[in-house]
């Protein structure tokens, strides 16, 4: 029955930059986030029909989905979601989807939390666990324990492709690590327009100078007093860059950099979404190699 009310809906869902879920016999797994389903698909393949939620260059914290894509998880095989709060807008659909009966996938529940380290939201849990690629294996590792339950999907292919991403994501993690290591440590701090990068600090040894907005959402505000007390930091650790979100206009860091009375510069990461194809950051893999390259052109003597 599951199934068959799915192929309804699916038949006329189209999500950007997704298969088309169409009259399939295939599994059928419904994201929320960009991120995860570039993700999920790598590790399913060809088995599975993967449908993201979430659009290209869009932020997780406030993006929406129709009545249609709602009654569409309830109907998966199964949901994957990051969780730790992330999907602010989300919750009560997913609540909805676990309710009616559709297996789940919280990635944030099969990962090492930091909390955040400063900020409003000091101590809470940090969902942008995306930023440290080892924590990306856990994710796969758990995906692919996960779809191996799932009725017409070929263990040995599941295998197979999440080891190949696997290494993918070792290979990324050492080469991550290789370049940072070339910063003199005392470069490693950074600013952005919100605090995303609590992972990456922990595992290639950054200092998190702070971010414009103080909490852990793109939702809240800073306060002048706020902009302040981060001027005041980044000038005592003779910060050369900040960085802006590509999902986020970079009006306030701009900003905080006149406010700041010192030369810095303004960079854009990709941070919280992936692109369309040509925006630079189309996968996981792309969005991370991208980033390390800005992080230490702007940071480098």
Known sequence: MRRAVLLVLAAALMVPGCA???ASQEPQIVVTTNILGDVTRQVLGDQA???TLMQPDADPHS???SAQEAA?????DLVVSNGLGLEEGLQQHLDRASAA??????????????PYSSGEAEGAPDPHFWTDPAAMIDVVNA?????????????????????AYRDRLTELDADMAAAFAALPRERRALVTNHHVFGYLAERYD??????VIPGGTTLAAPSAADLRHLSQAINSAAVPTIFAESSQPDRLVQVLATE???KVKVRELFTESLTRPDGGAPTYLEMMRANTDRIVQGLAP
């Open 143 to 163: 995906l692919e324990a996960a779809a191996r339950t799932i009725d017409g999907i070929d263990a040995g292919k599941l295998a197979s492709s999440a080891a």
């Open 49 to 51: 029909t993967v449908t």
């Open 206 to 211: 950054f200092r998190v100078i702070g971010a």
């Open 101 to 114: 009966g559709a297996p789940m996938l919280v990635a944030g529940d099969v990962v090492d939390v930091v």
């Open 260 to 262: 700041a009375g010192i």
């Open 63 to 65: 993006f929406e989905i």
């Open 20 to 22: 088309a879920p169409a």
């Open 72 to 76: 569409l998880m309830g109907s998966a």
